[in-house]
Every structure is written in C-alpha cells, then in structure tokens.
C-alpha cells in the first residue's frame, strides 16, 4: 500500500515503512496515475500530485520538494530503502531509532520532530503455559536458518553506449542448492532494477539470469522444463556476474549483479531515384521474430536514427513504399 501522510498523521506501524525521499520520488512518479501495472497512491489529491488535465511543465516537482525536505512521507509497506533501519522501544517505555544516511538536514530534522510526536503502543502482558518435555529427553530438532535476499541490477549500456529509455526483461534467479526458481519475474530494469524479496535457507547459492523479448528459445526452455539447464547447455544464455555482496541494515542480504543492457542502434537513410531525401517516410523495424520492435518517421532530411534495439537481425519496412 502507498499512503502519502504528513508528520501529524503518522502512527507507529507506519515508522518502519517510510521510504527514503530517493525512491519515494520514484515509486510515486511510477505509480501515480494510470500506469500499467500502477498502484493506487493514497492522499495524491490532497498533495498536488498530477492529474490528466494537468499542463504544468514539471508536473512532479512540487512533490518531489515535499518529501526531500519532510513535508510530506510516502508510507510503502514493500520498500526497498525505509528511512528508520532500526525502531524498538526500551525499558523506560521510550521509542529508540537509527535513521540511514542519505537525507538532508531539513528532511531529518523534520522526521525527527514527527517521531517524537509518534504515540507508542502500549504494552500487554501474556501468558503462556511452560513447554512439554521433550519425551525420553531427546534433544529439540534443530530449526532451520532462513535469510532473506535481493538482487540489484548494476545496469551498463551495451559498448559504453547510453542505456535505452525501456528495457524489458524476466528475471530468474535459480536456488543452485535446492535446484529450483526461487524467482521469475517480469521487470522493466532501467526504471526498476531490483528483484522481489525472497527467503532461502543459510548457506544457499544462486544463479541469475536476464532473458530479453528476443530469446524465444530460451522462454520456450524455461517453460517447459522449469529450468534453464539446456539452454545454458548450448550457450544460449549465461548467468550474470556477481560483483559484491553486503547486508542491508533490515538483515536483507543484497546481491549486486553486473548486467550489460543490449543497445544496438540502427541508421537509416531513404533515398528517392534521383538521389533526394524522402523526408517524414514512415517506417517499422522488423525483429528476427517476426515481431515489430520499433516504428517512426524520418527526419526532413530522410534520416533516423533507431536505438534501444536488442539485437542487430532487424528488417527495415516503408509501409507507404
């Protein structure tokens, strides 16, 4: 859920949810509105968000001054940077917190007059009865060690070239250990490249892999055999290089991937018989797949220049020709 609430509203339960004014900017301008897959932003009306009629230049930018300098929180109860890394309540009944670094100094002085206004829960005592004896004093089983883990997509565009404005990919991570998927999912990476938080017994390793629109072979692999061994097999696909790994301040393992983002571009230049440009022709670029990957029209000089593609096997089409 995204709430946006000012400092007087805030509760407890929602201390360990503010975002970090950083991705709070972006996960409110990739949700507000009518996106695709958005989700609904509590309280936007109340906060200047946006709507269709809207004409401003910078539609954002009077929310994106609000939570840079504390006027207004983003409550996400899935984010990925929370503000507090630590919130617990002593034994003098008081609230004690460590904040990330990051923010600045409006923002945290802000945060901190709005916890100390924060009421703290009361609490209750309960009873519990003792535990049976383990029979024939056998010792307990012991539990297993579980940890949570994230990936991140350290993005490079493809030959030092700029990164696309869209890339679109389904991400896997393989439990090399238990043999299974222990994530597939379908990610927009140049806006978001963070996996989904996911648990996995201590110790376990992993694979992950990037499989781009264009490499049918190995979707096709996947689905049928819920893995990506053959495909690996015949060099169809490689796992992406891990380059660190450290441990967040909410005990969440994060793993930074080195991931090369394909950007192969294509120049056209149309011509007529005598040598003159054919200016604003429309045109289509046809994928190895049959599918249509880019459209446009030319410039007045009969020149475009197409980018973002992911591979070089493209035809191009002047469907007025």
Avoid: C
């Avoid at 609430?5 to 900017?25: C, F, R, T, V």
């Avoid at 949700?31 to 009306?45: K, L």
């Avoid at 049918?216 to 169809?236: F, P």
Wanted: hydrophobic residues 40%.
């Amino acid at each position: 859920m995204l709430t946006l609430k000012k400092g007087h509203e805030l509760n407890w339960h929602d201390l360990q949810y503010i975002e970090s004014p950083l991705m709070a900017k972006r996960t409110v301008q990739s949700n507000h509105g009518t996106r695709i897959g958005g989700e609904t932003v509590h309280n936007a009306a109340q906060h200047g968000l946006p709507d269709n009629r809207s004409k401003v230049f910078d539609a954002y930018g009077a929310i994106n001054d609000k939570l840079d300098n504390g006027q207004v929180f983003l409550i996400n109860n899935r984010t990925q940077m929370p503000v507090i890394s630590r919130l617990e309540i002593g034994e003098n009944n008081r609230a004690k917190w460590v904040i990330n670094t990051g923010p600045n100094l409006m923002f945290l002085n802000a945060i901190d007059a709005a916890l100390h206004r924060v009421d703290i829960p009361k609490q209750y005592a309960v009873i519990r009865n003792e535990p049976a004896q383990a029979a024939n004093d056998q010792p307990a089983a012991q539990k297993t060690v579980r940890e949570k883990h994230i990936f991140l997509l350290n993005l490079e565009g493809q030959n030092d070239r700029p990164l696309p404005d869209k890339h679109n990919i389904t991400l896997v991570v393989e439990n090399t250990t238990q043999s299974n998927i222990a994530v597939r999912q379908l990610k927009e990476v140049i806006y978001d490249s963070f996996s989904r938080v996911f648990s996995a017994e201590q110790g376990d390793s992993f694979k992950v892999y990037a499989i781009t629109d264009s490499m049918l072979e190995v979707r096709k692999d996947l689905n049928d055999n819920k893995n990506l061994a053959a495909s690996v097999a015949n060099n169809a696909i490689t796992a992406l290089q891990e380059t660190s790994i450290e441990t967040r301040s909410d005990g969440v393992i994060l793993h930074n991937m080195k991931y090369v983002v394909p950007n192969h571009f294509l120049e056209v230049v149309l011509l007529d018989e005598d040598g003159e440009p054919q200016a604003h022709a429309a045109y289509q670029v046809i994928g190895a797949n049959d599918k249509k990957v880019a459209h446009g029209r030319l410039n007045e000089h009969g020149h475009a220049l197409i980018e973002g593609l992911e591979h070089t096997d493209a035809t191009i089409v002047f469907p007025s020709l």
